[in-house]
């Protein structure tokens, strides 16, 4: 909640995560990265991750989560 997520949902299907964040007013995605790096915790949790995802074709190096774009929603 310090970095103004509210709700967080992961799915996996084979070595792919797909993610949604309900998030307040006060969130930034570098704000998140920052508190990430130092969150012995989250590191520990990225690290296992990697086991199961591989990064997109098109990520930048070492980047595994990236944004994605609505295209539909009913």
């Known amino acids: 909640m310090a970095a103004g997520v509210i709700e967080m949902e992961i799915?996996?299907?084979?070595?792919r995560l797909f993610m949604i964040m309900e998030t307040d007013a006060s969130f930034s995605f570098s704000r998140k990265q920052a508190?990430?790096?130092?969150?012995?915790?989250?590191?520990?949790w990225?690290?296992?991750m990697w086991?199961?995802?591989?990064?997109?074709?098109?990520?930048?190096?070492?980047?595994?989560w990236v944004?994605?774009?609505?295209?539909?929603?009913l």
């Open 35 to 44: 508190m990430d790096a130092t969150n012995v915790k989250v590191q520990e």
């Open 67 to 73: 944004l994605m774009d609505k295209i539909f929603q």
């Open 11 to 15: 799915y996996r299907t084979g070595n």
């Open 46 to 48: 990225e690290e296992l």
């Open 51 to 64: 086991k199961f995802q591989k990064p997109l074709p098109w990520s930048m190096d070492g980047e595994k």
